[in-house]
């Protein structure tokens, strides 16, 4: 490894065992079966979980089943996060996204020091947490309030979970959130809240005479804080999806610290980040936010809002949308 990598590393700013982790992967210091087996300390250099490859560096890191199972998890609750093809491959990528996405770095770095963490639960006789558990605790530990933005986006992402609304993990919340505008400058903005099994929580609808469409979209999300109920901080998390990259590109540029403390105070106080655990934002395809746009396309009527309580009052094709995108229990991990 070259000197660059722990420089590099430094920067990522992640949880110490996680660094501690990647830092020994760098000094090919990580105890895997190839390791053993090269210093004869152990007979069998195949992986401990069962993979039938080699247990080397790039397995770990890369290609083991196991680490990407969790990574599917993930990307099934629309955190999107990459796979790759080899070891060179990875840490190429990895270099190049951290630059613009930190967020998804931190979590792809933490997920194989949990995959490695795992793995050696096994390896000791015990037994393993299932890997929708690991990815939720990955995502749990990587996820502080400075890098909580992803919106990284590659063509190997582009799968079915994508271009389809996916619920959130176990115990976390989803609220999408979107804005329409019409020549005249009548707009609406319009969100839905919904839990790990898409279930409906509750959904709004404001109108506003208003010209430009990103802003918005930003208010839109700015709004969300009004909808925000103390019993919902019970939630361990809440993943905030829009499908305008200018909005989530704004809230990125807010939140850097060499701009303008103004700025920063106003997104950071407005977007509720205190009010959570964690708080994840996400630039989501169109054909997630679906419902999302329809809330908005009826507040260019009037504004809105429905909860559990006024659920009969909520018109037929929008609880069909909902309903299209429930997940049942059996589904949720
Ligand atoms: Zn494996």
Redesign the pocket.
């Known amino acids: 490894m070259e000197e660059g990598y722990y420089k590099w590393l430094n920067k990522l700013k992640l949880s110490k065992k996680v660094e501690t982790f990647w830092w020994r992967l760098g000094n090919a210091s990580i105890p895997t079966n190839l390791y053993l087996k090269n210093r004869k300390l152990f007979d069998e250099d195949a ?5 039938d ?1 080699v ?1 080397d560096y790039e ?2 890191s890369v ?5 990407v199972d969790i990574i599917n998890q993930l990307n099934a609750w629309g955190i999107p996060i990459p796979t790759f093809n080899s070891l060179d491959h990875c840490l190429t990528e990895l270099k190049q996204i951290s630059g613009k996405n930190l967020g998804v770095v931190q979590i792809y770095c933490t997920i194989v020091y949990f995959s490695w963490k795992n ?1 050696n639960e096994i390896k000791h006789g015990k037994s393993d947490l299932p890997y929708y558990a690991v990815a939720a605790n990955a995502l749990f530990v990587a996820i502080t309030k400075a890098t909580s933005y992803l919106s990284y986006w590659s063509t190997n992402l582009l799968r079915e979970s994508f271009i389809s609304w996916c619920p959130p993990p176990k115990d976390w919340m989803k609220i999408n959130v979107d804005a329409s505008l019409t020549p005249s400058g009548l707009a609406g903005i319009g969100g839905i809240f919904r839990d790990c099994f898409g279930r409906f929580i509750l959904a709004f609808g404001r109108t506003l005479i208003h010209w430009d469409i990103a802003h918005l979209e930003l208010d839109a999300i700015l709004l969300v804080k009004d909808y925000v109920k103390s019993w919902m901080k019970d939630y361990k998390g809440v993943i905030i999806e829009s499908d305008n990259l200018n909005v989530i590109k704004y809230i990125q540029n807010s939140l850097k610290k060499d701009k303008g403390a103004m700025t920063l105070k106003l997104v950071s106080d407005s977007l509720f980040v205190s009010d959570f655990n964690k708080v994840v934002f996400v630039h989501a395809h169109r054909e997630c936010n679906k419902v999302a746009n329809l809330c908005a396309t009826m507040a260019l009527d009037d504004s809105f809002y429905f909860d559990s309580f006024s659920f009969d009052d909520i018109p037929p094709f929008m609880v069909n949308l909902i309903k299209v995108e429930y997940h049942p229990p059996a589904d949720c991990n």
Do not use: P, Q
């Open positions: 992986c401990a979980r069962g993979c490859m247990e397995h770990i290609n083991c089943k196991h680490l793995r």
